[in-house]
């Protein structure tokens, strides 16, 4: 037997004394009720809990236009805006997740019932719950810990742990309907509901299940997202030109500088590829008109397409959960929970540009001059830039100049057809357990064990998925020749022709396309046993404990299709990931009442807090955390904690096969280059002269290391709790302050770049430059970024929490406040690279979105009788805008986002009818410099959402 695995036992044996000791109920009569709250397993009062925690309840999210926890939570300014919603998610596949305090998602614990629940993989590296998993008729209520928890819950809890707490009080079936629609076109929505429920004298059985349907939204369906730009037309009084993509799909021949778009003027077969134009944008000269080059085909628009392009991606929940629990004899009480989750949905994407950099073609399209399609006069223009570019050449090199029987070439394909990406995700959970009260040595004690086990899997297709291989064979007379399958003429010549816009056959069309497979799984066993209860009296009341064993195993892995294991895809290069790890634990937990009932002493109290987890992968880690209570007068508490947390590296972060990804990344060699050290470097990694990048992104290849240590953190927090006996009000404010050491990431490309061609005199001696590769044409062709333990992540702030209610002769107004200030938010990397995010914000092309320093949640509700009728009013603060894309920030500052909801609702007997308009005025995004989308995901993509429910109960 492993010492791993005897220790546990041995601690197991300990912790199992209690079990064995004679079971009796305990009666406790004429005593403030003792619950189980979110970030202990001791039951006290609720209000005597030392910890920053929000409530969210039922009826809020029931009422969500969107039916939505996720829309719900983000709304809380503890929250941050790295996760994704309804109103701008297109990442995810449909899943929706959330972080606390702007920490990724992967830093939240989201637990179900107090247990840990299985993870959703969400994309390359990142593992947490999909909240969108559970239906939102269940749910009684979600308790946010904005605080560290790991010495509770264990790893991923570095940020505070999210509780989604089901029902069981339900009697009866309730029904629900609902639906909505923005004022602008696409991203309706529907939701149905049904919930049903029994209780009885010995338990109680609750079951629900919700369907809902959000549909998709196309950049062209928004004025602010349908031209890909680099700033507003008139903004700020500039004249700013529009981007889009140097890959057009008339193709463009590299060396002789040319586009395969026919020139009316001339009647040649091409133009002259320019970069940029000065014909400003939209509507800068007052016509209206689209700027030249993508009036011109010359930048392409790759956010006006006819299939359509998803801003906002079409999605189907089909969720189920079911709890229940009985009481045997003798005090114990089974329990058991089960969650089943089914999405499914279809992004559309534009057509695969071919630039040199995905999969193991890294030199472009290498297009014979035998190519019989290739229009004559563009032949000789492009023979004629060969012989130019040889004859600059030292004559020793001139020769094998031209005898190369090849030209270089980028393209779209477009008229291939649309490109489509289907996914099928099902998650399924359950627990069973056992719990029990009972005595022993004279003292109240309680016990719990369980055994909880998940599954997720996820199918994706990408249909129109581009084959570079078959399109290079395609395009070579030799290569085509050979392989029986090759669409070719009568003469054996052959047909397809990327030398401008064509319609492709059918024939074309299966030869060079594929339907991409992958296919993602992720499993979890967790078993726990706790016990809790008095150990001594203290003069100020009893000491609570509770301590606990747990063991669990994840494993996971990701199969990609056999055509993009061998590079032959013109999408992401990506390898398959298997692995699996396993751990066990053991923590222990006392609060120590210290003073009570003493003149500016009314409660003193300490909690202690302690965890012992040993990972087959990472080994040891102990966390242990403090907290302190002081209630001066009953109506005022203080609170402070210091807590050290940790985060295992997930499956995919420690053993990921090497991915491709697109990136905005800047090229420093790009012309013109300003800096002259930068130059001398460009030139000694061989870029040629006048070198322009052909697109603004440059393949990333990222993957997992299997020598990952954990991320650690620290985390203080200090703040009140106010409710006077004077007034109807309640006000929690807490300061927080967390350090993570050693987080885990992929270094910043733009960093990474940036620091090779900043190497002194021109030596590319810095060791960013081992991760650089550049093809012949100068093109970057490698860019190597592994998993690392990077940087340390410092961020602080507060939160506010408040409610006032008060009767009027109209009605009841209750008043609620939640307010976060950011005080600072930076990484810095080991490498000393500081990125002091705190008021900022970066469009979708980075790894974050928004950090601003003031975010607002204002709702005043008015209830009387039967009706209720509200107004939220939400604020996120201005924001400096940084530019992820290095064209130069063309608007310092993001306006200050202003959105104002209405919703009233109206019961009639068993009926429940509500109505509201999400984001009254139609705010519309602020720009922010992005490849595509123009703004950041921290933003109302919908706009103005009109929306209704009905629902009805039956006993």
Not at 488 to 499: E, Y
Not at 717 to 730: E, I, K, T, Y
Request: proline share 6%; with cysteine.
């Amino acid at each position: 037997m492993s010492s791993r695995k005897a220790s546990f036992l041995a601690l197991s044996t300990f912790l199992a004394a209690p079990l064995g000791a004679p079971l009796h109920a305990v009666a406790q009569e004429g005593v403030i009720e003792e619950v189980i709250v979110t970030g202990s397993r001791i039951a006290r009062d609720a209000g005597t809990y030392v910890g920053p925690m929000t409530t969210l309840d039922g009826d809020s999210i029931r009422t969500d236009p969107n039916y939505s926890l996720t829309d719900q939570l983000l709304e809380l300014p503890s929250i941050g805006a790295q996760g994704t919603d309804r109103r701008n998610a297109n990442g995810g596949r449909g899943a929706n997740f959330a972080g606390i305090h702007q920490l990724n998602p992967e830093r939240t614990l989201v637990l179900y019932d107090g247990r840990r629940t299985v993870n959703t993989i969400r994309d390359s590296t990142g593992l947490a719950v999909d909240l969108q998993s559970f239906p939102v008729n269940m749910i009684d209520r979600v308790e946010v810990l904005a605080d560290g928890a790991s010495t509770i819950y264990g790893s991923d809890a570095i940020a505070g742990v999210i509780n989604l707490i089901p029902k069981s009080d339900v009697d009866g079936i309730e029904l629900s309907i609902g639906g909505g629609t923005p004022d602008d076109p696409g991203g309706d929505h529907f939701d149905a509901g049904l919930l049903f429920g029994i209780t009885g004298d010995r338990g109680f059985f609750t079951a629900g299940v919700t369907y809902v349907f959000d549909g998709d939204v196309d950049y062209q369906e928004r004025d602010w997202s349908r031209l890909p730009i680099l700033g507003q037309a008139e903004s700020g009084g500039q004249v700013l030109t529009l981007f889009g993509s140097g890959i057009p799909p008339e193709g463009r021949a590299l060396e002789a500088g040319i586009i395969f778009l026919p020139n009316p003027e001339t009647g040649e077969s091409f133009q002259t590829y320019d970069t940029f134009c000065t014909g400003g944008g939209p509507g800068s000269d007052g016509s209206g008109s689209i700027d030249c080059l993508i009036e011109q085909g010359h930048r392409f628009n790759y956010n006006d397409i006819p299939s359509g392009v998803s801003l906002i991606n079409e999605n189907r929940n089909l969720n189920f959960s079911a709890v229940g629990e009985y009481e045997l004899d003798g005090g114990v009480t089974a329990y058991v929970n089960a969650n089943l989750s089914h999405r499914e949905g279809r992004l559309n994407f534009t057509p695969l540009p071919v630039q040199g950099a995905a999969g193991r073609f890294t030199d472009l399209i290498q297009v014979p001059f035998t190519n019989p399609n290739i229009p004559a006069d563009a032949l000789t223009v492009i023979q004629d830039a060969r012989a130019a570019t040889c004859a600059a050449l030292d004559p020793a090199d001139q020769p094998a100049c031209l005898a190369n029987p090849n030209f270089q070439m980028n393209w779209r394909g477009l008229d291939l057809g649309p490109r489509t990406f289907d996914y099928d995700s099902d998650t399924l959970s359950g627990t069973v357990g056992l719990r029990g009260d009972m005595t022993w040595f004279d003292r109240a004690w309680s016990w719990d064990t369980w055994f909880t086990i998940g599954r997720s899997e996820l199918f994706e297709v990408t249909k129109g998925q581009l084959n570079v291989a078959k399109l290079q064979t395609a395009v070579d007379p030799v290569l085509c020749a050979a392989d029986a399958s090759c669409p070719k003429d009568g003469d054996g010549n052959p047909t397809l022709d990327i030398f401008g816009r064509s319609p492709k056959t059918a024939e074309e069309i299966a030869y060079t396309t594929f339907d991409d497979q992958e296919r993602t799984d992720y499993d979890m066993m967790h078993l726990a046993a706790t016990v809790a209860g008095e150990l001594v009296d203290l003069p100020a009341g009893p000491v609570g404990v509770a301590a606990g064993v747990e063991y669990r195993e994840e494993k996971g892995g990701v199969q990609t299709s056999g055509v993009v294991q061998a590079g032959d895809s013109g999408g992401n290069f990506a390898e398959p990931t298997s692995g699996k790890y396993d751990v066990y634990e053991i923590y222990t937990e006392f609060a120590i009442p210290l003073v009570s009932g003493a003149p500016m002493a009314e409660e003193l109290s300490l909690d202690v807090a302690g965890r012992y987890s040993d990972y087959d992968t990472i080994g040891d880690e102990f966390t242990y955390k403090f907290a302190l209570g002081w209630a001066p007068v009953e109506s005022l508490r203080f609170r402070g904690t210091y807590a050290t947390g940790f985060r295992a590296p997930n499956i995919l972060e420690l053993f990921g096969g090497v991915a491709d990804t697109f990136q905005s990344v800047t090229d420093p060699c790009t012309a013109p280059i300003s800096d002259p050290n930068v130059a001398a470097n460009c030139a000694a990694a061989g870029v040629p002269a006048g070198f322009v990048q052909p697109a603004a992104q440059l393949k990333i290849s990222a993957g997992g290391n299997e020598n990952l240590e954990a991320e650690t953190s620290e985390s203080y927090s200090l703040g009140f709790v106010w409710q006077p006996d004077f007034a109807p009000l309640r006000v929690s404010m807490d300061w927080y302050d967390v350090e993570v050491e050693d987080a885990i990431g992929n270094p910043d490309p733009v960093d990474v770049i940036q620091a090779c061609y900043d190497s002194p005199g021109g030596s590319l001696s810095a060791a960013e430059c081992s991760r650089i590769g550049r093809g012949p044409a100068g093109d970057v062709v490698r860019f190597d970024l592994l998993n690392e333990n990077l940087a340390t992540i410092e961020t602080s702030g507060i939160d506010l929490d408040a409610t006032y209610t008060f009767d009027t002769d109209v009605g009841q107004i209750q008043v609620d406040w939640l307010l976060n200030w950011l005080d600072e938010w930076v990484q810095t990397t080991k490498s000393g690279v500081v990125s002091d995010r705190t008021d900022l914000v970066a469009g979708l092309v980075s790894d974050w979105a928004a950090y601003p320093e003031w975010r607002s949640n204002l709702r005043v509700t008015l209830a009387r009788d039967n009706w209720t009728a509200g107004v939220t009013y939400r604020y996120l603060d201005k924001m400096e805008v940084f530019d992820v894309i290095g064209f130069g920030t063309l608007e310092p500052t993001a306006d200050a986002q202003h959105y104002i909801d209405l919703e009233g609702s109206y019961d009639v007997g068993a009926w429940s009818f509500q109505a509201g308009v999400e984001n009254v005025t139609n705010e519309e995004p602020p720009y922010v410099p992005e490849v595509s989308v123009n703004t950041s995901g921290i933003y109302d993509f919908l706009g103005r959402f009109f929306y209704a429910r009905a629902s009805v109960s039956f006993d």
